[in-house]
């Protein structure tokens, strides 16, 4: 559902990206682990290419941090679903912004699992 506000389209899936992005790129570690669940939930459902693009640049600004294995599962499962949802775009820029994936390997098997998911999609 979409409605007007200062002249603008704004939509719950859009509010709700904005608030995924912004808690899972902020300093409080609270609110970085709340930004995490956010976008695995998105992941589990379906959503348009351009929001998948605009979650999983936020998941590669995230992975340059050193998030907690919990954190890491979540985004990394979350960055396989939008590489199968925005099947071109998403493994492109896993690819030119980086880091690689394979940064969070050996973390734990359920993260090599979604790791493994990932890097399938890049070649």
Not at 88 to 108: A, E, H, W
Request: aromatic share 6%; charged share 20%.
């Amino acid at each position: 559902s979409e409605w007007q506000y200062c002249n603008q389209s704004i939509s719950n899936i859009r509010v709700t990206t904005k608030v995924a992005v912004n808690s899972l790129l902020a300093d409080d570690p609270e609110l970085r682990d709340r930004g995490s669940a956010i976008v695995h939930n998105l992941a589990c459902k379906e959503v348009f290419d351009d929001v998948a693009v605009e979650l999983s640049m936020a998941l590669l600004q995230f992975f340059n941090n050193s998030p907690p294995e919990e954190q890491v599962f979540r985004t990394m499962k979350a960055l396989a679903r939008f590489c199968q949802i925005s099947s071109q775009d998403v493994p492109q820029l896993v690819q030119m912004i980086g880091p690689s994936p394979t940064k969070f390997s050996g973390m734990s098997p359920r993260v090599d699992e979604q790791i493994a998911l990932v890097t399938k999609k890049l070649r």
